[in-house]
């Protein structure tokens, strides 16, 4: 590898997730000099170990999927939904220029580069809002590995809790068909098929040759990159902007060959994955529990925050006034776990009929089945009502044998190990169950006595779980009469600590509709751009669908490389002349 001294770019990102390498792909298509600055010594950031969603209302994709399906998407109707989310925390301008680039950014991306999408049929995380929708999500088509050459020596992998014998799953579909195989002998043979055929990879190549989800779209961006001639330096840090009368002109990067000067010319780009492990700013800005408790989180250990205070050490101004600190979502964490690969995010089995979740007191505390974003603000509520910092998610032996639970596989995957390490609680009755995990046992066994009656009737009287198609959505379409709903029991019955953890921070620098950093006087700094979660949430800190961080994410990094481009006299291929004069203005 070359080795790295003081250089001169056009632009310089910092940051080599979603956000970060759709700005440094779309300045190179632009003609501009890139180079890309990461952190850790793999390229990917948090988008590698995601879903590889994106929300982009009114996108192409969307279009036609409506069209199959009859549902309509609008400007207006996506424009009322966002500042339902949004509330009084609402950035209009910055609002607008999303909801009008998005599109743009997609078709642009798609054009230009090795990224492909494919259109979902998922409803949005607020169905019931008006100017809701289900055609928004877009998932990333999966990317064959021998495309990536020796980029693949530095790919970020997936999260490895989340592998099955070191498979990564792709689509939602896959996922559900995986979780059949125990019970459906066509289930099983597509189970079968599609391990030979990873098994087969592992002894040809020495690993899988479907790269899926968000380390797809970060294979495709990164692809797009390398043939373009931009280079990536791993293991390279920023400690300080460079500042020159008024304006930032570069960076200095701790590099492996030591401390590098590199200059930008146009443009430095922060993407460097927002603050969730900062601990001083999470004191200073995260809610109740969170601000003081060992985060729980599944994002990478690097994401410290670093861009937000080298901005602010140059006069930038922090923007914590936000509806919620950050996107939560409910974790769990096996016996002594010390980053992320231990931690695990429930996405899926709390959505399913046969789970609950309680505090301490034996009580529920909300719809279990809700958006992430919304149980955790919820847990978080709970917690100061309750005096507590733990929540159990319980579940019987049915829906174990079903679902799994956090690290646990459905059957016929032995789970004894988790039990015997104690991430795992386990009792013949809810009465042995709560004195495991220190619950009100009479609490607990009215709870599942009143929460069973709301199953077989399928109405949740106390929190609406499975009122709502995004309920519905996530739920079982084999149980009835409500797929959400489903009675605990069956012993044993398990429990598995529940934490408010998050999938990246919300609060970050404030920014304008180019995405350029602004100062206390809310005036553009010149020459600095932050995109991703180092800028503050378009949403103010609502959560409108899936794809609701990488979407916002990688639109601003395209807006951010379009100004930069534009401003240095470069136009975007493909982008017509009106839409290049109107966002340079």
């Known amino acids: 590898m070359d080795k790295k001294t003081d250089r001169t770019v056009d632009v310089l990102v910092i940051g080599s997730g979603g956000a970060g390498l759709t700005a440094a792909a779309t300045a190179r298509k632009a003609g501009l000099d890139v180079l890309v600055a990461e952190k850790e010594p793999v390229f990917g950031g948090t988008t590698a170990t995601s879903g590889g969603v994106i929300w982009i209302p009114n996108n192409r994709h969307a279009k036609a999927l409506g069209k199959e399906i009859g549902v309509h998407d609008t400007p207006e109707d996506a424009r009322t939904y966002v500042h339902i989310e949004a509330g009084q925390y609402v950035d209009e301008p910055r609002v607008e220029a999303y909801l009008k680039y998005g599109p743009l950014m997609v078709d642009f991306i798609e054009d230009q580069t090795e990224v492909r999408f494919h259109a979902m049929e998922f409803p949005d995380y607020h169905p019931e809002e008006p100017g809701a929708s289900k055609i928004r999500s877009l998932g990333t088509l999966e990317y064959d590995a021998r495309k990536m050459g020796p980029l693949m020596k530095t790919l970020k992998g997936e999260l490895p809790q989340t592998l099955f014998l070191g498979l990564a799953l792709g689509s939602s579909l896959e996922m559900k068909t995986f979780m059949k195989a125990g019970r459906s002998a066509k289930a099983m043979g597509f189970v079968m098929k599609r391990m030979v055929r990873h098994f087969r990879d592992l002894a040809l190549h020495g690993s899988t040759q479907s790269i899926v989800r968000g380390r797809a779209l970060i294979a495709r961006l990164a692809r797009t990159l390398a043939d373009d001639g931009v280079p990536f330096w791993l293991e390279s840090p920023a400690r300080e902007l460079i500042e020159e009368n008024g304006r930032i002109t570069g960076a200095r990067l701790a590099t492996p060959d030591g401390l590098v000067e590199v200059r930008a010319r146009h443009g430095v780009v922060l993407a460097g994955g927002g603050y969730p492990r900062d601990r001083d700013r999470r004191r200073d800005h995260h809610p109740g529990v969170t601000a003081t408790m060992d985060p729980v989180l599944p994002v990478p250990m690097g994401n410290t925050g670093d861009g937000a205070r080298m901005a602010e050490g140059i006069g930038a101004r922090f923007n914590g006034h936000l509806s919620s600190a950050a996107a939560w979502m409910p974790t769990s964490q096996l016996p002594g776990a010390t980053d992320e690969t231990g931690v695990w995010p429930h996405l899926v089995d709390r959505t399913k009929p046969g789970f609950l979740m309680v505090t301490p007191d034996g009580r529920r505390f909300a719809n279990e089945s809700q958006n992430y974003r919304d149980l955790g603000i919820h847990m978080i509520a709970a917690f100061e009502d309750r005096g507590t910092d733990a929540a159990w998610l319980i579940a019987d032996h049915r829906a174990i044998k079903r679902w799994g639970i956090g690290f646990v596989r459905p059957f016929p995957i032995p789970h004894g190990h988790y039990v015997r390490s104690g991430y795992l609680k386990r009792g013949q009755t809810l009465d042995d169950l709560a004195a495991t995990c220190g619950i009100d046992a009479t609490e607990l066994r009215a709870t599942v006595h009143r929460f069973n009656g709301f199953a077989k009737a399928g109405v949740d009287e106390d929190?609406?779980?499975?009122?709502?198609?995004?309920?519905?959505?996530?739920?079982?379409?084999?149980?009835?009469?409500?797929?959400?709903?489903?009675?605990?029991?069956?012993?044993?019955?398990?429990?598995?600590?529940?934490?408010?953890?998050?999938?990246?921070?919300?609060?970050?620098?404030?920014?304008?509709?180019?995405?350029?950093?602004?100062?206390?006087?809310?005036?553009?700094?010149?020459?600095?751009?932050?995109?991703?979660?180092?800028?503050?949430?378009?949403?103010?800190?609502?959560?409108?669908?899936?794809?609701?961080?990488?979407?916002?994410?990688?639109?601003?990094?395209?807006?951010?490389?379009?100004?930069?481009?534009?401003?240095?006299?470069?136009?975007?291929?493909?982008?017509?002349?009106?839409?290049?004069?109107?966002?340079?203005?």
């Not at 751009?529 to 990688?554: E, S």
Request: proline share 7%.
């Open 463 to 585: 929190f609406g779980r499975g009122a709502s198609d995004y309920d519905r959505h996530h739920g079982d379409d084999e149980n009835h009469p409500n797929p959400a709903l489903g009675a605990l029991e069956t012993g044993p019955f398990y429990a598995v600590r529940i934490y408010p953890g998050e999938i990246t921070s919300y609060k970050g620098l404030a920014t304008d509709v180019h995405a350029r950093v602004l100062g206390h006087d809310d005036q553009p700094i010149a020459g600095l751009y932050a995109v991703g979660n180092d800028q503050a949430n378009v949403f103010g800190g609502g959560y409108p669908g899936a794809g609701g961080t990488i979407g916002p994410g990688m639109v601003f990094g395209w807006i951010a490389a379009k100004h930069i481009a534009e401003s240095a006299g470069h136009a975007l291929p493909g982008i017509a002349p009106a839409a290049q004069a109107e966002s340079a203005a």
